[in-house]
Structure formats: C-alpha cells, structure tokens
C-alpha cells in the first residue's frame, strides 16, 4: 500500500492490458482503462428480531440496526399523514436502510485499514501508534434532535438522522429578522448519507460517504436538476472549510453492476462512476467505489415487505386509535 495515502490500494488506477498491470497517469495506451486493484466486497448477513419487527445486518463482526419498531411506526404515521404512494415510500425506506448499510461498512472498513497500519508499525497498541478511526452517528437519546456535529463561521453540520447529515452554509443576505434565524434560512448546500475518519499519527482522513440504492448510477448530490450549485461548493468547499488539514475521500456505495463492467479482469470502472472519479481528482479529493454487500434478501424486497406488511397494519391500528 502506498506509504502517503493509507486508502491507495481502494483508490482507481490505470491499468494496461497490454503489460497486464497498473500505470501511473503518465502512461498512455490506447486500451487503457480505470480499475481498483483490491475490490472491498466482505460478506453481510441479516438477522430477523421480533418477528421481522427489528432487521439487523452484520458485517465483519459489527452489528448495526437497518430497521426496527420505531422506524415502522414513524414510516406509518408519515404514510398516514402524508399519503405517500407505496411505491414512492419503498424507495424512501430502502435509501434509508441503504445509508445506514453504508455507515456500517465504513465502520468497517475504516477498521481495516486501521488494522493494516497497525500491523505495518508493529506495535502493540493502537493509542501508541495514535491509530483512531470510526463513523459519526447520532447517540440513541437523541435520536431525531438534529444535533450539531460541527459548525464554523461559514457553515454548519448537523444530523439528519441516525448516520446522514445536512450542510447548512450561511445567508449572507440576511435581513434583521432571518439573521436570528440563520439555521432556519441558511442555504442548504446538500445532505450527506455518512461520515467518517482516520488519524494515523499526524496524518488525517475524512471520508464523505454517499450511497445509492438503484441499480443505475445515480448519486444525489451530483443531481444539476436539485441543485444550482456545483458539487465543490456544495460538498467539498464546506468539509475542507470544517475539517481543514483532513484529506477527503469519497466513499461510493452502490450496486456493483452500477459501477464496474464485471466482462473486464480486472474489474472496469464504468463510464459514470469514471467521471466523478475524474472531476474529484481535479480538486484532490480521491473516491473509493464500494459495492453493496450481498445479502440472502435485497434491500428492496425488505422495504417491500415493510410497506406491504407492517405499515398498513400499523396504519390501520393509528386509524382505530384516532377513532
């Protein structure tokens, strides 16, 4: 692994077919293509609580929560409120699970790599070796409070939810009133489904994760029909303006069909994922493309099964309560 950048083996790179190996930037043939040299695929597996009424996922010894009886009845009441169409609360429901699947393999991962610097220095304690990695959620108690995670002149950054995040950047166009108020009419630059980081010695990470649960490339915050302004002002300037001497990776998490051609050996980067790649890279940010972990049931047939299911009973039973 290279000895300046501890995510390098996961960072895209050239590779040549005709000499069977990766290249630096500098080398140019004509069938050259992107591709990853170590594809970070470990294995997952759910766990049934309650009936259903809670689905945990495990991946490389961590546990974490994908849905339990909370998030059913708020999906319910919203679905009750709102009358969302089912097909539109499936997708809400399997992005949500989608984000918290991606909190977990950052978790991971970044466990990992810990591990792998750890055994490089051969010492015997990650304190001596000033090894510190892990990702932000929001504790329990105050789950749903919006609280701040960080916050400087410029912007702010707050939870949205149990693992994701939404960047507040501030109106300089204030009038009198709204400036007491800077937090209900900020700007939103966009929202964030992860965060994470590593420290090794003086060295500091910050990965900027971002999951998509469709089987087309398609990432939210790279949306120009969402957003008027460019991904570097709305993502990246912010996270170097609150985490200044950090190096910033984005985290990828997608089905891998979406982002690799799987007819090339080694894996091909397809021509999408290949241009965020691209675009980041012209502003030193390196990206990590990371497929979403298999599973003996998708996220898609879990959130079906919670709308089909669990919420309409849930709904109903709100309805007679209300009566």
Known sequence: MDTVNHFAEYIPRRYCPALDT??????SCEKDYLSISHLFLPSAK???LSE???VSVTIGGITTILYDATDILWWAKKKQEQDIPEDELVRGIKGVMGERMLSLLMEYFLQVVSHYEEEKKGESSFKENNIISGVLREPR??????YIARFN??????????????????????DVVTSYQQERFGLIS???DGLGYLHVGDERYLLIGESFTKREFNLHSWNKNRHTNGIEERVFDPFKSLFPNHHLIYFVMGYEESLFDLNFNPLRIKG???KVYTK????????????????DKSLLLLAETIVKQKIGLVKSLLTHIQQ
């Open 22 to 27: 990766l290249v630096d930037e500098s080398h």
């Open 46 to 48: 759910l766990h049934d």
């Open 52 to 54: 259903g009424e809670c």
């Open 141 to 146: 108690k105050h789950r749903g409070k919006g």
């Open 153 to 174: 002149n410029d912007y702010l950054l707050r939870f949205k939810g149990v693992s994701n995040f939404v960047i507040l950047k501030k109106d300089t166009h204030t």
């Open 190 to 192: 966009t929202e964030i």
């Open 272 to 274: 999408d994922p290949n």
């Open 280 to 295: 980041l890279k012209e502003i030193g940010v390196d990206t990590c493309f990371v497929p979403i972990p298999k599973t």
